[in-house]
Nanobody, 125 residues
Framework: VQLVESGGGLVQVGDSLRLSCAPS????????MGWFRQAPGKEREFVTA????????FYEDSVKGRFTITRDNSKNTLSLEMNSLKPDDTAVYYC???????????????????WGQGTQVTVSS
């Protein structure tokens, strides 16, 4: 199983970025997917998650209204659209997969079996 993130980079405050995750080696449509992030000196934190079908998503409060998670089960892709970026969004962003077909996607990192290598997002002021 591999989860490969892409799309990170250095941007200015207020800019947008789109992260992508390309899972392989697993039945994508049976997995809930999540994005987590880890800033320097901080613990990894939940950002957003989407259920197996794409019908329900949860967001951490600080990104609500700015970030949007989507998935395309026909193409085995997961995306995270990030708008109005702030310096506090600076972190390594990880996509993760959880074998879970319940309506609500899990928020806890322990629920996710597979992780990508991470992609750096830096928001400069």
């Amino acid at each position: 199983v591999q989860l490969v993130e892409s799309g990170g980079g250095l941007v200015q405050v207020g800019d947008s970025l789109r992260l992508s995750c390309a899972p392989s080696g697993l039945p994508f449509s049976l997995y809930a997917m999540g994005w987590f992030r880890q800033a320097p000196g901080k613990e990894r934190e939940f950002v957003t998650a989407i259920n197996w079908s794409g019908s329900m998503a949860f967001y951490e409060d600080s990104v609500k209204g700015r970030f949007t998670i989507t998935r395309d089960n026909s193409k085995n892709t997961l995306s995270l659209e990030m708008n109005s970026l702030k310096p506090d969004d600076t972190a390594v962003y990880y996509c993760a997969a959880a074998y879970d077909q319940r309506p609500h996607p899990p928020r806890g990192a322990n629920a996710y079996e597979y992780w990508g290598q991470g992609t750096q997002v830096t928001v400069s002021s």
